[in-house]
């Protein structure tokens, strides 16, 4: 079945920019499926930040779109996600997950910390 | 943005006994397919979130039959038939309808 693993740095610098990595397995990201991220800060509820379909498109969080960037590499079968001008407040677990046709979000990956810290 | 309203945001459920949580939209969740776009999900503590319901009513692969949605509309209810200390975390509901997709604040089921 799907499986999908975030990775990148743990400690981010405050100004600085958060990029990330979700390897997709058991699976191909060029199915008619989009891909998801989401973001929960400590202790907090969950946030989606955006999708990225196999061709590039993308619908971002107006909240956060002017900071986002999302792009996809079919040949490694991942997608990322990069977020400019990090503050305290983008302190979070950043999850990826798979958005099914039904627009539910399944399966995720496992979470990866990121800490915006000098 | 669809703005998703649980409550309650704390729940404390005697184990046997049945649990009931409410997720309200601002605005109707029904797609033109007939179907509502509104979906459940369990956070263990220190897991990712899992689908436990979508579409509001039907069960996801290797959910127990103890978990059931209903509601259309705006309203939805998610239903433990009997609660198990398994069953422990918070539970979110997740609008997907439109972008930016939203989620309920989450509601903390506790054993007694």
């Known amino acids: 079945q799907v499986q999908l693993q975030e990775s990148g740095p743990g400690l981010v610098k405050p100004s600085g920019t958060l990029s990330l990595t979700c390897v997709v397995s058991?699976?191909?990201?060029?199915?008619?499926?989009?891909w998801s991220w989401v973001r929960q800060p400590p202790g907090k509820g969950l946030e989606w930040i955006g999708e990225?379909?196999?061709?590039?498109?993308?619908n971002y969080n107006p909240s956060l779109k002017s900071r986002v960037t999302m792009s996809v590499d079919k040949s490694k079968n991942q997608f990322s996600l990069k977020l400019s001008s990090v503050t305290a407040a983008d302190t979070a677990v950043y999850y990826c997950?798979?958005?099914?046709?039904?627009?539910?979000?399944?399966?995720w990956g496992q979470g990866t910390l990121v800490t915006v810290s000098s | 943005d669809i703005v998703m309203t649980q409550s309650p945001l704390s729940l404390p459920v005697t184990p046997g006994e049945p649990a009931s949580i409410s997720c309200r939209s601002s605005q109707s969740l029904l797609h033109s397919n007939g179907y509502n776009c509104l979906h459940w999900y369990l956070q263990k503590p220190g897991q990712s979130p899992q689908l436990l319901i979508y579409l509001g009513s039907s069960r996801a692969s290797g959910v127990s039959d103890r978990f059931s949605g209903s509601g259309s509309g705006t309203d939805f209810t998610l239903q433990i038939s009997r609660v198990e200390a398994e069953d422990v975390g918070v539970y979110y509901c997740l609008q997907g309808l439109q972008t930016p997709y939203t989620f309920g604040q989450g509601t903390k089921l506790e054993i007694k």
């Open positions: 990225i379909y196999h061709s590039g498109s993308t």
């Open positions: 997950a798979r958005v099914l046709t039904v627009q539910a979000l399944d399966p």
């Open positions: 058991g699976g191909s990201i060029s199915s008619s499926n989009w």
